[in-house]
């Protein structure tokens, strides 16, 4: 007989909608709360905001300069959430926090697809908590759509190419792999095609499987790929002549194989990324690491060896790199989650468990007592009480790894696997919010929210606003509009270099401007500061903090 649920008591099939409605709440309810912080969060910010003031959707500006660092799916997916709700914090963080949300169906949908139910779950609570793809998932940057549309698109080719897919799967998930791509390369350019490409490569080789590659559906995939990316493409060069050069050539390969970014990082950088980017998870992904290399003699396509191969490829190829960033190595963690919940998931013996959530608890009870310390790290532009402030948000983080992991440890011991693991999922998802949510104390050294609310109904819109030898990045996002550059060009250089009137080479050129307006307002950083009052330049202070100061001329 079918046992019935007591009245109150969740369905089966209640369960999972209940977790995901939770965790989409706690996914998506912090958004606002932060302000944004330089320089990622205020340029990807700034520039969908420039496309909604002009109504210029095709070239890319940045303080009303052009900005082809990086194509611009993502401008228009914030610009189009700013449209229809508003410039706010949590629009800015939308498309990062719906991709990576989306990133964690997919990876649990499709590990379900492959190896079950159980390890579909297991796959989505890891990805879902995962330290990293939290981090990312809530702070405005490109590389959150970029890792969504390459794990989706690596999801796709493993479902189509898996020995039970029929003729008609292996083409309905080869062209959504293949759209997939084209929606990564119109996020963040080549990157998107060249590491799927030495993926499919180097299994081909590893395997001596090359009859996959006539089950890529090569034709119409690549033609919805062009379809997808190139139209953007072709016209933002033929409106701007410059464009191609510049982003295929110094944005591609000068990139990758110079430091002419002033990122280089030594080869082991992405290390320790990795393994705390994991967090709570790392004996997971040892565990894992064991078995995953085995071959299925049973299985003409190997899953398993594809997704980790696809890890390793995008870990070399980022550490070889001549320019790194934590977050690039964001893509591969998709893929690591659904390895470890395929391991985790065949694992007969439940109290198995009780050894990943051990040494969490240990790591969590190590961190309260050192969260204290985090004030050795003021300076004079963090000073010690903004730490100070960030103290109980670190603690409360701790604590909830802790309760997380307590209960794990619990429910691995009574032989209950699935909560045990949705414990730990959830104390890794608060341990990874409560550090972002806290990090907002920091705002008034690292966002010009503060500094630009003091002077905001000050400031007349069609007063000159000049940034002298320094450029925040939040400044014209809160500001609500463009700024004069005096002196300071960094990335925003070759820009400069095709509209060279937007732009003051030096402090001389700055005092003549200065003095010659009727009214003006400045950001100065202190030394500049220093020494413009030396020369006696006519300027009343009108806002300060610990990186800039605003002054007006009387």
């Known amino acids: 007989?079918?046992?019935?649920?007591?009245?109150?008591?969740?369905?089966?099939?209640?369960?999972?909608?209940?977790?995901?409605?939770?965790?989409?709440?706690?996914?998506?309810?912090?958004?606002?709360?932060?302000?944004?912080?330089?320089?990622?969060?205020?340029?990807?910010?700034?520039?969908?905001?420039?496309?909604?003031?002009t109504g210029d959707w095709l070239t890319p500006r940045l303080n009303d300069i052009k900005y082809f660092e990086k194509p611009a799916l993502q401008y228009w997916a914030t610009a189009t959430a700013f449209t229809l709700f508003g410039e706010h914090h949590w629009t800015a963080r939308l498309w990062s926090a719906l991709t990576g949300f989306l990133g964690v169906l997919v990876a649990g949908l499709s590990v379900r697809r492959l190896w079950g139910p159980r390890a579909g779950?297991?796959?989505?609570?890891?990805?879902?908590?995962?330290?990293?793809?939290?981090?990312?998932?809530?702070?405005?940057?490109?590389?959150?759509?970029?890792?969504?549309?390459?794990?989706?698109?690596?999801?796709?080719?493993?479902?189509?190419?898996?020995?039970?897919?029929?003729?008609?799967?292996?083409?309905?998930?080869?062209?959504?792999?293949?759209?997939?791509?084209?929606?990564?390369?119109?996020?963040?350019?080549?990157?998107?095609?060249?590491?799927?490409?030495?993926?499919?490569?180097?299994?081909?080789?590893?395997?001596?499987?090359?009859?996959?590659?006539?089950?890529?559906?090569?034709?119409?995939?690549?033609?919805?790929?062009?379809?997808?990316?190139?139209?953007?493409?072709?016209?933002?060069?033929?409106?701007?002549?410059?464009?191609?050069r510049f982003f295929f050539i110094h944005e591609h390969f000068e990139r990758f194989l110079t430091k002419v970014h002033g990122r280089y990082q030594p080869i082991w950088y992405f290390l320790p990324v990795l393994l705390i980017g994991m967090l709570p998870w790392l004996v997971g992904l040892f565990a894992m690491l064991r078995g995953a290399f085995r071959n299925d003699p049973q299985r003409r396509f190997q899953p398993q060896r594809f997704l980790l191969l696809w890890s390793l490829v995008v870990f070399g190829f980022f550490s070889v790199s001549s320019s790194k960033l934590a977050s690039y190595i964001l893509p591969l963690f998709p893929a690591l989650a659904a390895l470890i919940g395929a391991h985790l998931a065949q694992q007969d013996d439940a109290r198995r468990l009780r050894w990943h959530a051990l040494p969490v608890v240990a790591l969590a009870l190590l961190c309260l007592p050192l969260v204290p310390l985090v004030v050795m790290l003021r300076s004079p532009e963090v000073p010690q009480e903004l730490y100070a402030n960030y103290i109980p948000w670190l603690l409360a983080a701790s604590a909830a790894l802790l309760s997380g992991a307590l209960a794990a440890f619990g429910f691995a011991w009574f032989s209950r696997p699935q909560a045990s693991m949705v414990s730990l999922a959830f104390g890794g998802l608060l341990f990874s919010q409560l550090i972002l949510l806290g990090h907002d104390s920091l705002?008034?050294?690292?966002?010009?929210?503060?500094?630009?609310?003091?002077?905001?109904?000050?400031?007349?819109?069609?007063?000159?606003?000049?940034?002298?030898?320094?450029?925040?990045?939040?400044?014209?996002?809160?500001?609500?509009?463009?700024?004069?550059?005096?002196?300071?060009?960094?990335?925003?250089?070759?820009?400069?270099?095709?509209?060279?009137?937007?732009?003051?080479?030096?402090?001389?050129?700055?005092?003549?401007?200065?003095?010659?307006?009727?009214?003006?307002?400045?950001?100065?950083?202190?030394?500049?500061?220093?020494?413009?009052?030396?020369?006696?330049l006519p300027m009343r202070l009108a806002a300060q903090d610990t990186r800039r100061i605003i002054v007006r001329k009387p």
Request: proline share 6%; net charge neutral; hydrophobic share 50%.
């Open 121 to 244: 779950l297991y796959a989505s609570c890891i990805l879902g908590s995962s330290l990293l793809w939290v981090m990312i998932g809530h702070v405005n940057t490109l590389d959150m759509g970029m890792s969504f549309f390459l794990s989706s698109a690596i999801f796709g080719f493993v479902l189509a190419q898996r020995d039970a897919a029929t003729p008609r799967e292996n083409r309905n998930y080869m062209w959504l792999a293949w759209l997939a791509l084209g929606l990564a390369v119109l996020s963040k350019g080549l990157i998107g095609l060249v590491l799927p490409a030495a993926t499919l490569v180097g299994y081909s080789l590893w395997q001596r499987d090359f009859g996959l590659w006539r089950r890529l559906h090569l034709v119409s995939g690549l033609a919805l790929l062009l379809a997808v990316s190139a139209p953007w493409f072709i016209a933002v060069s033929l409106a701007n002549p410059e464009f191609a």
């Open 443 to 536: 705002a008034p050294a690292n966002s010009a929210y503060q500094i630009v609310e003091r002077i905001r109904d000050q400031v007349p819109p069609d007063v000159p606003f000049f940034s002298v030898n320094t450029y925040d990045q939040t400044l014209p996002f809160y500001l609500k509009r463009s700024v004069t550059m005096v002196g300071y060009m960094d990335e925003l250089g070759f820009g400069i270099a095709q509209e060279p009137d937007k732009f003051i080479s030096d402090l001389a050129g700055f005092e003549q401007t200065w003095k010659a307006a009727p009214q003006a307002w400045a950001l100065i950083d202190p030394a500049t500061y220093q020494q413009l009052l030396a020369t006696g």
């Open 1 to 53: 007989m079918t046992k019935r649920n007591s009245p109150g008591e969740p369905s089966h099939m209640s369960r999972p909608l209940v977790l995901l409605l939770v965790f989409a709440i706690l996914w998506f309810g912090m958004l606002d709360y932060r302000k944004l912080i330089k320089p990622d969060e205020g340029r990807y910010a700034e520039i969908p905001r420039e496309m909604v003031a």
